[in-house]
Structures are given as structure tokens and as C-alpha cells.
């Protein structure tokens, strides 16, 4: 539990229990459109870290994490920039600041961990996708990614 500078309470991964990861590896980003980004060749278990920028007027954003590229599949990350939240699966959302959202992913066995822009947490437990794809849509072109991290779960 951290608190903010303007007060408010919020969350963030403690390092010393986010699992231990290899080197740097290297990802394959195919922008399919303006409004579609894929993210091939990620591990299963591991952490990967990004910042997603949607379009001007973008509604809603959402990963797809341990995804298939054509199937809809994989943990759905729902970032609503008109409610200004974010909803991993069906659980329960967290406030979004405006703009640009820094997130932070741990893959560990059936474990789904995100932070999001460093002030909360969310986890979805029971995980049984298999994809190695990462896959981002936004209902507005323009769509961006920056600041791409991947590295595979030391075992």
C-alpha cells in the first residue's frame, strides 16, 4: 500500500516478489493497422512492460495478454478512457489517469498480475490461455506503443 502525493491510497508490485527474469528479449511488433498492434514471440511466464497510448477520442483500449492473433482469446485487459478505468477479466476496475497508461506485467504459471501506470494493482488468478501473443485494439486510430520490455521467468 502506497499513498500518493495528493493522498491518495493506491498499490504497487513490491520487487522482491515479482519472479526473477532473464535477458532482454526480442519481440516482433506488427502494427496491422491504426488501430491494432500485435506483440509476437512472448513467454508464457515472464513480465513485460509498456506504455499504450490510444487514439485521439479513443472510448476503449484493451490487451489481449497470452493471446492467439486471430481468435479473440487470452486475458482481456479493458482500458475505458470514457469511464477513465481499467478491468482485468471481470474483476473489479481501477481508477485511469488521461492520456498515455504505463503497464506492468507479470505471467507466472496461472497468474495474471498488472500494475497500472505504478499506482495500482490488479490479479487474475486461474489463467489456462496458451497464446504467445500479445494483442492491443482501440476503437480510434492511432493507436501507440512505447517503452517495450519482455524478459522470460527465470525458473
Not at 516482433?28 to 515472464?46: A, N, Q
Not at 497470452?66 to 477513465?84: F, I, P
Not at 506485467?105 to 495500482?120: F, G, K, M, S, T
Amino acid at each position: 500500500l502506497v499513498q500518493e502525493p495528493d493522498g491518495t491510497l493506491g498499490t504497487r508490485f513490491v520487487p522482491e516478489m515479482v519472479p526473477a527474469t532473464g535477458p532482454k528479449l526480442r519481440v516482433t511488433r506488427v502494427v496491422e493497422s491504426p488501430t491494432r498492434i500485435v506483440l509476437r514471440g512472448l513467454p508464457r511466464d515472464g513480465r513485460v512492460r509498456f506504455t499504450v497510448t490510444p487514439g485521439a477520442g479513443a472510448k476503449l483500449t484493451t490487451v489481449r495478454l497470452r493471446a492467439s492473433e486471430t481468435d479473440g482469446s487470452g486475458v482481456v485487459l479493458r482500458l475505458d478512457g470514457q469511464a477513465r478505468t481499467a478491468q482485468l477479466g471481470d474483476g473489479a476496475t481501477v481508477p485511469l489517469r488521461d492520456g498515455s497508461t504505463r503497464l506492468d506485467v507479470v505471467l507466472a504459471d496461472d497468474i495474471v498480475d498488472v500494475a497500472v501506470d505504478e499506482r495500482r494493482t490488479m490479479i487474475l488468478e486461474g489463467d489456462a490461455s496458451v497464446g504467445g501473443a500479445l494483442v492491443i485494439e482501440s476503437d480510434a486510430p492511432g493507436l501507440q506503443i512505447e517503452g517495450l520490455q519482455a524478459h522470460e521467468r527465470r525458473r
